[in-house]
């Protein structure tokens, strides 16, 4: 079977500005990885990832009865929204914290593996992947697991940037006064994206 290629473009014409944009990872990496640095949020990354495929492949076996019981989306839409925003919480009331500290508690790899589960963007993510895109490399289950892959790599390379973003914000700004000014922001961040995505579209 041939490649598709105006097809192949398409769905990177979705996939890419839907993993570079702000969303709950993304902006969770960026927080992270300017209150702890970029080596601390590799576990956080990693349970992404994890969490990532998983949900990619589950929602690649069963997208057409998610797309019609879009009552699952609101439910997890809220309790997404709650649970970011207790992470935008827990960001935004932090203190700045000594750079070679190792004994600060940091969010790790199953909290990047729960978030995906709670995270309304990357249901939605998928469920458009598979329903639009699905049959880039086919229509067997194997060609929408590759469909995943692909999904997963341009998603690591969107978290990896923000997580580096939020490390070189931590460098930049090394005093105490523009920590705390960045942990609340990040924060507050976070807290918008969860309001954002607990409103209907």
């Excluded at 398409?10 to 944009?21: E, K, N, R, W, Y």
């Excluded at 790790?108 to 978030?115: A, P, R, S, Y």
Aim: charged residues 10%.
């Amino acid at each position: 079977m041939s490649l598709d290629i105006p097809l192949l473009l398409a769905t990177l014409a979705f996939i890419v500005p839907m993993c570079f944009t702000p969303g709950p990872n993304n902006v969770l990496c960026a927080a992270h990885g300017s209150r702890y640095g970029f080596q601390k949020t590799l576990p956080l990354i990693a349970g992404m990832g994890i969490g990532w495929s998983i949900l990619g492949l589950g929602i690649a076996a069963g997208a057409e009865f998610l797309k019609e019981n879009e009552f699952v989306f609101t439910i997890l839409s809220y309790i997404g929204a709650i649970y970011i925003a207790y992470l935008g919480y827990i960001v935004a009331s932090s203190e700045t914290i000594d750079k070679n500290s190792n004994t600060e508690e940091h969010f790790g790899f199953f909290t990047g593996i729960v978030l995906q589960f709670v995270n309304g963007k990357a249901w939605i993510h998928f469920v458009v992947l598979m329903t639009t895109f699905g049959t880039l490399f086919g229509t067997e289950y194997y060609a929408k697991a590759t469909l995943v892959i692909l999904n997963l790599l341009f998603g690591l390379m969107a978290v990896l940037t923000w997580a580096a973003f939020g490390t070189v914000l931590r460098k930049t700004f090394s005093g105490r006064e523009s920590g705390l000014m960045i942990n609340r922001v990040m924060g507050g961040l976070l807290i918008l994206v969860a309001i954002w995505i607990a409103l209907p579209h």
